[in-house]
């Protein structure tokens, strides 16, 4: 497939993952799991999405074209761990043109 082909794609894909670890990590051992925290880390993840959503460069755009936050809670089993869940929207790399000339 082209996500896992594509260097580009996959670079891209690990460059937005790097982004928000260290987005994230600011909060390891510095914050207790509390519904407020849970809601500051649903920030700092949005806050950063957006701003790779709204970073555009020449040529290759943005790095995200859309992102949702699908969940962020507390593991039962694991009480010192949260998941996070966030679809993200990727672009695809221009790798060929379908021109199609019809004469009239």
């Known amino acids: 497939t082209t996500e896992l082909s594509e260097f580009s794609f996959v670079k891209n894909f690990d460059y937005v993952s790097i982004i928000c670890k260290d987005v994230l990590d600011n909060f390891l051992g510095k914050y207790n799991i509390t519904p407020s925290t849970l809601g500051m880390l649903d920030t700092a993840l949005r806050s950063v999405l957006e701003s790779l959503r709204l970073y555009k460069l020449p040529r290759i755009g943005s790095p995200v074209l859309g992102y949702e936050i699908a969940s962020i809670q507390q593991l039962e089993s694991i009480k010192d761990r949260v ?13 060929t043109v379908g021109l199609h000339l019809v004469s009239q």
């Open 83 to 95: 998941e996070v869940y966030a679809n993200v929207s990727f672009p695809y790399p221009l790798n």
